[in-house]
C-alpha cells in the first residue's frame, strides 16, 4: 500500500520523515525521480531510498510505503484508495522560509518570494491551491498534522498520525529524535528555525498584502484558522 506524506514545501516534512524513521525504523520514498533533500543533507537521517517498484506494484503490495510529495493531489499518480498524511503550516512562514532557502546562495529574498507568492503553475502549484487540493480529497480523508503541533511533541503527533493513516506500522522502544539543535547544526541552511510567526518579522506588508490577495490562499488560511 501507499501513504503519501503530503505538504507544501517548508511545512515540516523532512523532520517528519526523520521522526518516522526514529519511531517506526521504516524508509521513505519520494514522488519524483530524484530526492533533493535526501541530496541536500544525507539520506542517513530519515532512510531515504528510491522507490522499490512501480506505483501500481507498491500499491498492489500488503508492505506500507511512505511516498512524500509536495505535488498537489491529482488523480494522475494517486489512486482513490491511497491514503494519505498531510503536513500543514502558516503559508506565510511557509513562503518565508522556502525564500529563504532558495536564496540561501544569493538571490534577492523578496523577489524570491513575490513569485512563491504568486505561484500557480507546476506541479505544487500556489500554497493555498495545494492545501485545498488535499483538502478537497475525500477517498480516503487524509490524516492532517499541523507544523505547530508536530515540532512541539513530536513523538505524540507522528505516532498519532501515523495510527490513522498505518496502523499496521509498530513503533519502536526507546525511539529517540534529534533535536532542533542537532539538526541545525547537521546543515543550518535547511534547517533554518524550525519556529512558527516567522513571518511576523521577514515578511514585508506588501508581501503580506499580496499573500491575502491571493483567493486560494485566504480560503486555505481561513479553513485552517490561520488569520
Not at 7 to 34: C, E, H, K, M, W
Request: hydrophobic share 40%.
Amino acid at each position: 500500500m501507499i501513504v503519501w506524506l503530503s505538504s507544501y514545501p517548508r511545512s515540516g516534512n523532512t523532520f517528519f520523515r526523520i521522526a518516522l524513521q526514529r519511531i517506526y525504523r521504516v524508509p521513505t520514498y519520494v514522488v519524483y525521480d530524484v530526492d533533493g533533500v535526501a541530496a541536500q543533507i544525507g539520506p542517513e537521517l530519515m532512510d531515504a531510498r528510491e522507490r522499490p517498484a512501480s506505483f501500481e506494484e507498491m500499491r498492489a503490495s500488503p508492505e506500507v510505503h511512505i511516498v512524500k510529495t509536495h505535488r498537489r493531489r491529482t488523480d494522475e499518480v494517486i489512486a482513490a484508495e491511497d491514503r494519505a498524511i498531510c503536513l500543514v503550516r502558516d503559508g506565510r512562514d511557509s513562503t518565508v522560509s522556502w525564500a529563504r532557502l532558495n536564496t540561501k546562495d544569493g538571490g534577492d529574498f523578496e523577489t524570491e518570494a513575490r513569485a512563491i507568492i504568486t505561484r500557480t503553475s507546476g506541479g505544487t502549484g500556489g500554497w493555498g491551491q495545494n492545501v485545498l487540493s488535499w483538502r478537497r480529497s475525500t477517498a480516503p480523508a487524509p490524516v492532517w498534522v499541523r507544523f505547530e503541533e508536530l515540532i512541539a511533541d513530536p513523538v505524540a503527533v507522528v505516532r498519532k498520525a501515523v495510527g490513522a493513516a498505518a496502523p499496521e506500522l509498530v513503533p519502536a522502544a526507546g525511539a529517540e529524535i534529534p533535536s532542533f539543535a542537532e539538526l541545525q547544526a547537521h546543515d543550518p541552511a535547511f534547517f533554518r528555525s524550525g519556529a512558527t510567526g516567522t513571518h511576523e518579522s521577514e515578511l514585508p506588508q506588501d508581501l503580506h498584502d499580496l499573500f491575502w490577495a491571493q483567493p486560494d490562499n485566504a480560503a486555505a488560511m481561513r479553513e485552517l484558522g490561520y488569520e
